[in-house]
C-alpha cells in the first residue's frame, strides 16, 4: 500500500476517537447534566448531527481547495470539540456538553472522508483493501477513545470527564501533526475534473448499484448506532451492570468493527460483495436474536460483537461497490449524497435510542431493526436481478 494509505490509517486511530469517546461518556455524561432522563443520549445523537450537517460543506470543499487542506481543517476542528466539552464539564453545562458533541460531529465528518481518499490513491483494483486498511485505524481508536473518556470519570472528580475531554483535545492534536507530516496530496491517483462535471444526479441515482451501495452503509450504520447506542443504558441502569462492563462490551464491539478490515477487502476480491453483504444480514440477524434471548454480561458482549462484524461487511461492502456507480467527474457529489443518507440514518437512530429504550425496553427495541435489514435485502435483491439481466452471470456484481 502506498504511503498515504498509512498515513491516513494513523491519522483514523486518532481523530476516529471522538466516536467512542462519546457513545462510552455521552449518554453517561448526558445522564448527569440533562435536564429529565430522556434527553440523556442527547449527546450520542447530535454527534451524527453534526457529521451530516458537515458532510455536504466537506466533500464541497474537498472539490474545490483539495482533500487534505480539509483533512487539516477536520483535526483542528476535533481539537475544538475537546476543548468545548472541557469547558461543559467545567460548567455542569448540559447544552455546551451538546454543542462540543456536534462540534465533534462535524471533525468526524471529514474523517469518513479518509476512506475515499485512501481508495484514489491506489489502482481501482486495491480500493476495497484501501478502505479496508484505513477502517483498520478504528482498532486502535476503539480502545484509545474510551480509555481516554476513563481519564476524568472517577467518583471522586470534581468536574466529572474535564480531563477526558483535554485527552481528546490532544488525541486530535496528534492527528493534525500526522496529517501535516506524512499525507501527500499529488500521491492521489485520481485526476482532478473540473468541478460540477458528470451526469445529472437523478440519472445516476437511477441505476440501483447506487442504492444498493448506499443502503448497505445506511442501514448497516443505522442498525448499528441504534443498538450500540442503547447498549451502556440499558446494561447499567436496566440490567445493573458496572460501568467497567460497559466499557468493556463497547470497546470489544467497536474492535468487533474494524478488526475485520484485516480480511475483508481480501474476502470481496475472492467471494464478491453480495456475498459479503448477505453475511453481514446474517451477523446483524444474528446479534438481535442473542440480545433478546438474556441480559447477562456474555449476551450483551457476543451480540455486539455480531454487530460489529455485521456492519464492517455491510459498510465495507457498500463503500466499494459505490464507485462502481459515478464516474470519475461525479465523485465528490456522490460520496457527499451517500454520507449524507449514511450519516442521517445514523443520526435518526441514535437520537431515537433512548426514547424508544424508555418507553418500550430493549427487547422491542431490537425487532425495530429487523425492518431496515429486510429492505436492503430487497434493495441488494433488485441490484443483483438487473445485473444478471444485463452481464448476463453471477459473477458481474464482484
Not at 241 to 267: C, E, F, N, T
Request: charged share 10%; glycine share 10%.
Amino acid at each position: 500500500m502506498p504511503l498515504n494509505v498509512w498515513v491516513l490509517v494513523a491519522a483514523q486511530a486518532l481523530a476516529m476517537c471522538t466516536a467512542p469517546f462519546i457513545v462510552f461518556i455521552g449518554s453517561i455524561q448526558g445522564r448527569l447534566l440533562a435536564p429529565a432522563p430522556e434527553y440523556a443520549t442527547l449527546p450520542v445523537g447530535l454527534v451524527v448531527v453534526g457529521t451530516v450537517l458537515a458532510i455536504k460543506p466537506a466533500t464541497w470543499l474537498m472539490e474545490r481547495v483539495g482533500r487534505k487542506r480539509v483533512m487539516l481543517l477536520g483535526a483542528l476542528v476535533g481539537v475544538t470539540s475537546g476543548l468545548l466539552g472541557a469547558y461543559a464539564s467545567w460548567q455542569t453545562s448540559f447544552p455546551m456538553l451538546c454543542l462540543a458533541a456536534v462540534i465533534g460531529g462535524v471533525g468526524l465528518a471529514v474523517v469518513h472522508q479518509y476512506r475515499f481518499a485512501a481508495m484514489e490513491s491506489v489502482a481501482p483494483e486495491m480500493a476495497g483493501s484501501a478502505a479496508a486498511r484505513v477502517l483498520l485505524g478504528g482498532l486502535v481508536a476503539a480502545w484509545l477513545g474510551p480509555e481516554v473518556a476513563a481519564l476524568g470519570s472517577g467518583k471522586s472528580e470534581s468536574f466529572p470527564f474535564l480531563y477526558s475531554w483535554a485527552g481528546l483535545a490532544v488525541v486530535q492534536a496528534l492527528a493534525l501533526v500526522i496529517l501535516v507530516l506524512g499525507y501527500r496530496a499529488k500521491s492521489e491517483r485520481v485526476p482532478e475534473t473540473a468541478v460540477g462535471g458528470g451526469r445529472p444526479l437523478k440519472e445516476i441515482l437511477a441505476n440501483p448499484v447506487v442504492w444498493t451501495a448506499i443502503s448497505a452503509a445506511a442501514i448497516g450504520y443505522a442498525v448499528m448506532s441504534f443498538i450500540m447506542t442503547a447498549t451502556p443504558l440499558s446494561m447499567t441502569e436496566m440490567a445493573g451492570h458496572d460501568l467497567d462492563d460497559a466499557k468493556r462490551v463497547i470497546q470489544l464491539h467497536i474492535m468487533a468493527m474494524y478488526l475485520p478490515s484485516l480480511i475483508s477487502g481480501w474476502l470481496i476480491r475472492v467471494v464478491g460483495i453480495p456475498l459479503m453483504m448477505t453475511t453481514g444480514l446474517l451477523a446483524y440477524l444474528g446479534c438481535i436474536l442473542l440480545a433478546a434471548s438474556g441480559i447477562s454480561f456474555h449476551h450483551y458482549l457476543w451480540a455486539l460483537l455480531l454487530l460489529g462484524v455485521g456492519w464492517n461487511f455491510l459498510f465495507v461492502g457498500g463503500t466499494t461497490l459505490l464507485p462502481q456507480g459515478y464516474r470519475q467527474s461525479e465523485r465528490f457529489r456522490v460520496q457527499g449524497l451517500n454520507d449524507m443518507m449514511v450519516f442521517g440514518a445514523q443520526a435518526t437512530a441514535a437520537l431515537s435510542a433512548g426514547a424508544v429504550l424508555a418507553s418500550v425496553g430493549w427487547a422491542t427495541l431490537l425487532l425495530v431493526a429487523v425492518p431496515l435489514l429486510v429492505l436492503h435485502g430487497v434493495l441488494m435483491s433488485v441490484w443483483l436481478i438487473s445485473s444478471n439481466a444485463t452481464a448476463g452471470g453471477p459473477s458481474s456484481p464482484r
